[in-house]
């Protein structure tokens, strides 16, 4: 049913984003589908990475990982931002085309009162894709 | 390193026998063992989230509070005392400033010419984040748009009358505002002499000043892989001790300087605002006024920087641009087209003629000018560098240091010298053509509409002027609130948002509290007196580029 998943991660905080990574993978098992981990990252040194080609050797490492460890197909794609806070949910919309995925699985949390200003950012790539997309609350 | 198990079975290509991949292209990375945001905080509390450092963020932000209580307070006790520590700094220490200014235009030119001008920021295979246009926007809009919109008219035309009046003596002390000797009863030469002191001012050297912090931050962020804060750029002086207490103290510096920099510029450039509507519109120019500028102000600011760098800040600063060159295109058509033309070249050789002398920091006998005008200037220009700098150097990354150089230095000095001239030459023809003392007998804040009022279609050019004023406004208090947010995270461009609205927020609050407390110019006075401990850094900074460009690898 489905080919291709994205899933967002971000490398700082990849305990807090096991739940998503553990539906990825069962998903993945059942439909026989691809996992691209994808990541926004600024061009400036970061906590995980000091360049944007350092980040992008890590997520390879950790996608590979992860499709070592569930035995599946994984890629992964690191897209640079200057400003990642505020482009986040833009570049993910546009990966979701790009990578021709047809299910989004991602971490995100509880809803709140403080979504009018500051909204979730699994909603804004499910407003604006073609693709199905599966939120995963923690 | 910053991992703990990384798998080293990369695909991605990596130069052979490098630890670390560098960034793109060649480019020598710093090894060292912090790790950004090592010091930082995070917490969720009432669900917002936060990532900052704790000492930095902790410290600013009681220092910051501290000076806000004694201003408010105490302020006929403080007033006073800030007002003498700029005096005194600014009287006492002219020379170190104007010579420490002629250090960093000389540093910024000789790049320009050496070898080492071609390395690129980012590594020697970086693409710019940003075209010309947009890139150009952002670095003139933050680094000095009010400015020229409130002395574009008021400086030329104060040099001019002071130069024409000629130096007068008490005592053996010069007691006149002149520029060097002046030009006593000689309207041609005081009108260059006025010129060229002006361009000294908004020209290289203040471009010079934000040039040498910008390029060492984005020398030490993008190609060394250090943090992009304050601190980063004494690493080649003080080594790991930079991630500290010595670093800490800087970056507070820091925040302390653009914090109170922007919100005093914002309690200023309120009042001056209020001012031009009273002039144009007779709205009361009271104190409902201008909070509610300031309140309009910070908000479309905030909102700025919530839709983030590209979608914000650029695009002001883009809307920004074009009112300017439509306003200054306007003044130069409609007004004396001819002279404003063959001025612009005549200017920039007054300047080059002049240039030596004003820029000597030895020997003066113009005190009043020298300290009170080109010393104050540096001093402010220094204490806004952390902030302008480290925008600038944001979003330079994949220019080379000759094309960064170029752009930040000489084409905003051209620009400069082009709407001084419009603007200046335009309101000193007025006095000399047809003897309208308007523009000389009004109000600094009031002397641009003055000189506009002049000119056709005054009612619309005005109400622009007065656009621009408040735009540029916003250009530089989102940007300001987007770096202050980064020093206080630590270096990091990517904590959670509610902390850059705080900032922008805190940042309005302040030039509020400020202005209805009184002690805006008390705390600019104490601002200014930042720029001391910045030259300090400065010229270390002037230290940290040559180090860190000769260790750069150059194809």
Same mark, same amino acid.
């Given at each position: ?6 899933v967002?991660?971000d ?5 807090a984003?096991e739940?998503?990574?553990?539906v ?5 098992g059942?439909?026989?589908a691809?996992?691209c981990?994808?990541?926004v990252?600024?061009?400036t040194?970061?906590?995980?990475a000091?360049t944007p080609?350092?980040?992008?050797k890590?997520?390879?490492?950790f996608?590979r990982q992860q499709?070592?460890?569930? %035995?599946?197909q994984t890629?992964?794609?690191v897209?640079i931002?200057h400003?990642?806070v505020?482009?986040?949910d833009?570049l993910?919309?546009q990966?979701?085309a790009?990578l ?10 509880l809803?709140r009162?403080l979504d009018v ?7 804004k790539?499910?407003?604006?894709t073609?693709?199905?997309v599966f939120l995963?609350?923690? | 390193m910053?991992?703990?198990s990384?798998h080293?079975e990369s ?5 052979? %026998?490098?630890?670390?991949?560098p ?13 950004i945001?090592?010091?930082?905080l ?10 900052i450092h704790?000492k930095? &963020?902790?410290?600013?932000a009681?220092?910051t509070l501290?000076f806000?209580f004694?201003t408010l307070?105490?302020q006929?006790?403080v007033?006073?005392l800030?007002?003498?520590?700029r005096?005194?700094l600014?009287g006492?220490?002219?020379?170190f400033?104007i ?5 960093f235009?000389?540093?910024c030119?000789?790049?320009i010419?050496?070898?080492l001008?071609?390395?690129?920021i980012?590594?020697s295979?970086?693409d710019?984040?940003?075209s010309?246009t947009?890139?150009?926007?952002m670095l003139?809009?933050a680094g000095?748009?009010i400015g020229?919109m409130?002395?574009g008219?008021?400086?030329p035309?104060t040099?001019?009358e002071?130069a024409?009046?000629?130096?007068s003596l008490?005592n053996?002390?010069?007691t006149d ?8 009863g000689?309207?041609q030469a005081?009108?260059r002499?006025?010129m ?13 000043i934000?040039?040498?912090v910008?390029l060492a931050?984005?020398?030490f962020s993008?190609n060394k892989?250090l943090p992009l804060?304050?601190?980063s750029?004494f690493y ?5 001790r930079v991630?500290?207490?010595p670093?800490h ?9 653009t ?8 309690g200023?450039?309120a009042?001056q605002?209020s001012? =031009?509507?009273a002039?144009l519109?007779?709205m009361?120019a009271?104190n ?6 300031i ?5 479309i ?6 839709l983030?760098v590209?979608?914000?800040v650029k695009r ?5 641009m074009?009112?300017?060159a439509?306003l200054m ?14 001025g612009?070249?005549q ?13 000597n920091?030895?020997?003066?006998d ?5 300290q009170?005008?080109t010393a104050f200037?540096?001093a402010w220009?220094?204490?806004w560098?952390?902030f302008?700098g480290m ?11 000759r ?5 930040v ?5 051209l620009?400069?010298?082009l709407?001084?001239?419009?603007f200046g030459a335009t309101?000193?023809?007025q006095?000399?053509s047809?003897?309208?003392d %308007?523009v000389k007998?009004a109000?600094?804040?009031?002397k641009?509409f ?5 000119l ?5 050019t005005?109400?622009? =002027? ?8 916003i250009?530089s208090?989102?940007?300001g609130?987007?770096v202050?947010d980064?020093?206080?995270a630590?270096g990091?461009?990517d904590?959670?948002?509610p902390?850059?609205v705080?900032w ?6 302040i030039?509020i509290?400020l202005?209805?407390?009184?002690g805006l110019?008390?705390l600019q ?8 401990p &910045?030259t300090l850094?400065?010229?270390?900074g002037?230290?940290?580029i040559?180090?860190?460009?000769l260790s750069e690898?150059r194809g």
């Amino acid at each position: 049913m489905y080919q291709k998943f994205m899933v967002p991660i971000d490398l700082a905080h990849v305990d807090a984003l096991e739940p998503a990574l553990q539906v990825a993978a069962d998903l993945a098992g059942l439909y026989q589908a691809t996992v691209c981990y994808v990541s926004v990252t600024a061009n400036t040194p970061g906590p995980v990475a000091r360049t944007p080609a350092e980040y992008a050797k890590k997520l390879t490492a950790f996608a590979r990982q992860q499709g070592i460890e569930h %035995g599946q197909q994984t890629e992964s794609r690191v897209l640079i931002s200057h400003d990642p806070v505020a482009d986040l949910d833009e570049l993910l919309t546009q990966a979701v085309a790009e990578l021709g995925a047809d299910l989004v699985i991602m971490q995100t949390h509880l809803p709140r009162k403080l979504d009018v200003l500051l909204p979730a950012y699994g909603s804004k790539v499910a407003t604006h894709t073609n693709a199905s997309v599966f939120l995963v609350r923690s | 390193m910053a991992s703990n198990s990384q798998h080293d079975e990369s695909e991605q290509a990596s130069a052979p %026998g490098e630890r670390l991949p560098p960034p793109e292209g060649e480019a020598t990375l710093i090894d060292t063992d912090y790790v950004i945001g090592q010091d930082n905080l995070t917490a969720s509390p009432l669900g917002i989230n936060l990532d900052i450092h704790g000492k930095v &963020f902790a410290v600013s932000a009681a220092i910051t509070l501290f000076f806000l209580f004694v201003t408010l307070v105490f302020q006929a006790q403080v007033e006073p005392l800030f007002n003498a520590t700029r005096d005194w700094l600014t009287g006492n220490l002219a020379w170190f400033f104007i010579l420490a200014g002629n250090v960093f235009v000389l540093l910024c030119v000789g790049l320009i010419v050496s070898p080492l001008g071609k390395i690129r920021i980012g590594g020697s295979e970086a693409d710019p984040d940003f075209s010309y246009t947009g890139w150009f926007a952002m670095l003139f809009a933050a680094g000095m748009g009010i400015g020229l919109m409130f002395y574009g008219v008021a400086e030329p035309m104060t040099h001019f009358e002071t130069a024409l009046a000629g130096p007068s003596l008490e005592n053996g002390m010069r007691t006149d505002w002149s520029p060097l000797g002046g030009a006593p009863g000689d309207p041609q030469a005081a009108a260059r002499l006025g010129m060229a002191a002006t361009i000294f001012h908004w020209g290289l050297h203040p471009w010079a000043i934000y040039a040498v912090v910008a390029l060492a931050l984005a020398l030490f962020s993008f190609n060394k892989g250090l943090p992009l804060t304050v601190r980063s750029i004494f690493y080649p002086v003080l080594g790991e001790r930079v991630w500290g207490w010595p670093g800490h103290l800087i970056d507070m510096l820091a925040v302390f300087a653009t914090l109170f920099g922007l919100a005093t510029s914002l309690g200023l450039g309120a009042s001056q605002a209020s001012a =031009g509507l009273a002039h144009l519109f007779g709205m009361p120019a009271g104190n409902v006024t201008m909070v509610l500028l300031i309140i309009g102000i910070t908000l479309i600011a905030t909102l700025s920087i919530m839709l983030g760098v590209d979608k914000g800040v650029k695009r002001l600063s883009e809307i920004n641009m074009v009112l300017a060159a439509l306003l200054m295109l306007f003044v130069i058509i409609v007004g004396p087209t001819l002279l404003i033309l063959t001025g612009f070249f005549q200017n920039l050789w007054a300047y080059v003629a002049h240039v030596p002398a004003l820029a000597n920091p030895f020997f003066r006998d113009d005190a009043n000018f020298s300290q009170g005008w080109t010393a104050f200037y540096w001093a402010w220009w220094i204490s806004w560098s952390p902030f302008v700098g480290m925008f600038i150097a944001r979003i330079s990354r994949g220019r080379t240091v000759r094309e960064f150089l170029v752009s930040v230095l000489l084409v905003p000095s051209l620009v400069s010298v082009l709407w001084m001239t419009a603007f200046g030459a335009t309101a000193i023809d007025q006095f000399v053509s047809t003897g309208f003392d %308007g523009v000389k007998t009004a109000a600094l804040e009031l002397k641009l509409f003055v000189m506009l009022g002049q000119l056709p279609l005054a009612e619309l050019t005005s109400f622009i =002027g007065i656009v621009l004023v408040v735009v540029f406004f916003i250009t530089s208090s989102d940007s300001g609130s987007l770096v202050i947010d980064t020093i206080t995270a630590g270096g990091k461009v990517d904590a959670p948002k509610p902390q850059r609205v705080f900032w922008a927020l805190i940042e309005g609050a302040i030039a509020i509290a400020l202005l209805l407390g009184g002690g805006l110019v008390a705390l600019q006075a104490m601002t200014v007196s930042t720029g001391l401990p &910045f030259t300090l850094v400065l010229l270390v900074g002037c230290f940290a580029i040559v180090k860190g460009l000769l260790s750069e690898p150059r194809g």
